[in-house]
T-cell receptor, first 112, second 115 residues
Framework: LAKTTQPISMDSYEGQEVNITCSHN???????ITWYQQFPSQGPRFIIQ???TKVTNEVASLFIPADRKSSTLSLPRVSLSDTAVYYC?????????????FGAGTRLFVKA | EAQVTQNPRYLITVTGKKLTVTCSQN?????MSWYRQDPGLGLRQIYY???????DKGDVPEGYKVSRKEKRNFPLILESPSPNQTSLYFC??????????????FGNGTRLTVT
């Protein structure tokens, strides 16, 4: 099972781009990379998922290098409301069912 | 509205008194899972279920039981709660689309305190 390593915390200012990197050296061939956002006292919320190269949606981009041993979540022009904990999860997304291992997450604090 | 519903949101109990936390989803998802979240430890998986009558242990199953008699429900049972099970619990579900992209949908959590 692929374990993940992320920075414990990051600070940023409103309007800046934030990049959070996750290491997953033991990622398996079938594993997808998924990022979640969690606000205090709420359940995590899906942000973006990818398998390789680059994925972009309305809220974020996900960059995955060719060896897939790491991934970077990019949040463009963050606002105060982006202050949250961000989790990287690696696993076989196409089965929808397996043992899931979350890392400790990255606490992002956006300042005015 | 598609959602995962957990009850209760808050629960205070005493050591040894059996309790059940309910979880229900209305998205017809095959996969359901329970996690506990403790400060500095992130989310740790307790049990998961691939489908009705199919359950398996996650990373921290000791002291917990689950059942999956119906597709929509996945209750978490603590037969004899202990103070070290004081935590924030989340239920989640996802589909098995076979095409990638099966993100987890989480409930709003149950904060359990065992004294």
């Amino acid at each position: 099972l692929a374990k993940t390593t992320q920075p414990i915390s990051m600070d940023s200012y409103e309007g800046q781009e934030v990049n959070i990197t996750c290491s997953h050296n033991n990622i398996a061939t079938n594993d997808y990379i998924t990022w979640y956002q969690q606000f205090p006292s709420q359940g995590p919320r899906f942000i973006i998922q990818g398998y390789k190269t680059k994925v972009t949606n309305e809220v974020a981009s996900l960059f995955i290098p060719a060896d897939r041993k790491s991934s970077t979540l990019s949040l463009p022009r963050v606002s105060l409301s982006d202050t949250a904990v961000y989790y990287c999860l690696v696993g076989a997304g196409n089965t929808g069912g397996f043992k899931t291992i979350f890392g400790a997450g990255t606490r992002l604090f956006v300042k005015a | 509205e598609a959602q995962v519903t957990q009850n209760p949101r808050y629960l205070i109990t005493v050591t040894g008194k059996k309790l059940t936390v309910t979880c229900s989803q209305n998205m017809n998802h095959e996969y359901m899972s329970w996690y506990r979240q403790d400060p500095g430890l992130g989310l740790r998986q307790i049990y998961y279920s691939m489908n009705v009558e199919v359950t398996d242990k996650g990373d921290v199953p000791e002291g917990y039981k689950v059942s999956r008699k119906e597709k929509r429900n996945f209750p978490l049972i603590l037969e004899s709660p202990s103070p070290n099970q004081t935590s924030l619990y989340f239920c989640a579900s996802s589909s098995r689309t076979g095409a990638g992209n099966s993100p987890l949908h989480f409930g709003n959590g149950t904060r359990l305190t065992v004294t």
